[in-house]
């Protein structure tokens, strides 16, 4: 009797060890499918563009820009959203020098080309709906402290470092800027440019009005940095 009941014991923790085995086995396919399953959706906006998180790190500019950053004091991480402080600091340095600089002749018509003519010029439209950030004659069209940073950043280009910059480039760094101004916008915009094909990095598709407004009908997070 006393071996019958052994053998009924040994029986019964074999069996609990085989059901604990299972549940541990069971616990561990659970966890994986959840894992596999969230990650399949991590990378899709609510537009269902996949890949936004590389595209993120891809079109936010950072460090201290070539050429005229450390002249300026200026570094493209001074405009984020964690410092609002600083953000609006930098952008109120840049608008200064719309007021304090005055472009002629031949600097006042690149100055136009590159703002209002080449790819249809670039805007403050997420800030407001002017067809861009100067007139055709070069005079201000939209009095927001964004359109006033990208206005001074243009013209200290253009009379500090002719040389050193096309027009493309000049047009380009403008568009850096504007991106860091509205982040979370050109992020979407970004995600949507890829789904058609067209290169996100190239900030003249990116900031310009090259392809103004692409992004409509898609949802964004985050708002402006800085105020307008």
């Known amino acids: 009797m006393e071996n019958t009941n052994q053998q009924t014991k040994k029986i019964d923790t074999e069996f609990y060890i085989q059901i604990g085995i299972v549940a541990v086995l069971a616990l561990i396919i659970v966890f994986s499918a959840g894992k596999i399953y969230g990650n399949s959706g991590a990378d899709?906006?609510?537009?269902?563009?996949?890949?936004?998180?590389?595209?993120?790190s891809e079109i936010i500019p950072t460090g201290v820009p070539a050429v005229y950053g450390s002249v300026l004091g200026v570094s493209y991480d001074d405009v984020s959203a964690s410092n609002s402080q600083k953000a609006d600091a930098t952008i109120s340095l840049l608008g200064q020098l719309d007021n304090e600089i005055e472009l002629s002749g031949a600097d006042l018509e690149r100055y136009i080309y590159v703002l209002y003519k080449l790819e249809n010029g670039i805007s403050c439209e997420y800030c407001c709906g002017a067809r861009a950030i100067i007139f055709e004659d070069g005079s201000p069209a939209c009095?927001?402290?964004?359109?006033?940073?990208?206005?001074?950043?243009?013209?200290?280009?253009?009379?500090?470092?002719?040389?050193?910059?096309?027009?493309?480039?000049?047009?380009?760094?403008t568009g850096k800027w504007k991106v860091l101004f509205f982040p979370g916008i050109h992020e979407t915009k970004a995600q949507v440019l890829e789904a058609n094909g067209i290169d996100s990095t190239d900030y003249i598709n990116l900031a310009s009005n090259k392809y103004r407004g692409i992004e409509q009908g898609t949802s964004s997070s985050g708002g402006m940095v800085g105020g307008c």
């Open 44 to 56: 899709i906006n609510d537009a269902g563009i996949t890949g936004a998180s590389v595209l993120t």
């Open 143 to 173: 009095g927001c402290a964004h359109s006033y940073a990208m206005r001074g950043l243009t013209k200290y280009l253009i009379k500090n470092y002719k040389s050193e910059y096309t027009d493309e480039e000049l047009l380009a760094e």
